[in-house]
């Protein structure tokens, strides 16, 4: 698509329950990347993803958290057991590749809200 | 350990006047990036401009340039001539290299408001 898409673009759902968000890069990006923004916080790094591969997962918040990428475009972030704390909003980017000059390239981001 | 700085939680900018955005960093990687990013009420992050740790120039995108400044680790954002659109939050980012793999941090951000 002519952008990075994101579903759902709102999320609301009980502690304990698991939650799956879904990022759809900009066609042709290798990296793609994963953030969580709490009201009102910069952006928290969480993960991203060369291909397929994720190098470093240690940005992920806890072991409730997951990601994988398949087939080099979309990518999943799973949260199971769900917490207040993880309410937030996720943002996807993607970019060309994960160099230095490349800019980032941002969805529009998923409003996660744990009750 | 890496860390970038905005110490302007809020500033307020006359229309069509200058405006500088304070971006503090540290790293010990020599090898770094650091980007600025818009982010409007409605929540999209927008790139503005970059800037390479070994690039000699200041990066300039149209009205935005960035203040570099290694050897105080500064990277500053400036806009002229501003605009009542540029009324948002902005982000100062850093791209380095840890453990043979990339990070990004950004720093808590600094929300512009310019009058008219």
């Known amino acids: 698509g002519a952008g990075v898409s994101q579903s759902p673009s709102n999320k609301v759902t009980e502690k304990g329950k698991d939650v799956e968000l879904r990022c759809d890069p900009i066609?042709?990006?290798?990296?793609l990347y994963w953030y969580r923004q709490s009201l009102g916080q910069g952006l928290e790094f969480l993960i991203y993803?060369?291909?397929?591969?994720?190098?470093?997962k240690s940005g992920l918040p806890s072991d409730r958290f997951s990601a994988e990428r398949t087939g080099g475009s979309v990518s999943t972030l799973t949260i199971q057991r769900t917490q207040q704390e993880d309410s937030a909003v996720y943002l996807c980017?993607?970019?060309?590749?994960?160099?230095?000059?490349?800019?980032?390239?941002f969805g529009d981001g998923t409003r996660l809200s744990i009750l | 350990a890496q860390k970038i700085t905005q110490t302007q939680p809020g500033m307020f900018v006359q229309e069509k006047e200058a405006v500088t955005l304070d971006c503090t960093y540290d790293?010990?990687?020599?090898?770094?990036?650091l980007f600025w990013y818009k982010q409007p009420s409605s929540g999209e992050m927008i790139f503005l401009i970059y800037?390479?740790?070994?690039?000699?120039q200041n990066a300039t995108e149209g009205r935005y340039s960035l203040n570099f400044q290694k050897a105080r680790k500064s990277a500053n954002l400036v806009i002229s001539a501003s605009q009542l659109g540029d009324s948002a939050m902005y982000f100062c980012?850093?791209?380095?290299?840890?453990?043979?793999?990339?990070?990004?941090?950004f720093g808590t951000g600094t929300r512009l408001k310019v009058l008219a």
């Open positions: 980017a993607s970019s060309q590749t994960p160099h230095s000059n490349q800019p980032q390239h």
């Open positions: 066609s042709g990006h290798t990296a």
């Open positions: 993803f060369q291909g397929n591969s994720a190098p470093d």
């Open positions: 790293t010990s990687d020599p090898s770094y990036g």
């Open positions: 800037q390479g740790s070994y690039d000699q």
């Open positions: 980012a850093m791209r380095f290299v840890t453990s043979g793999t990339y990070k990004y941090i």
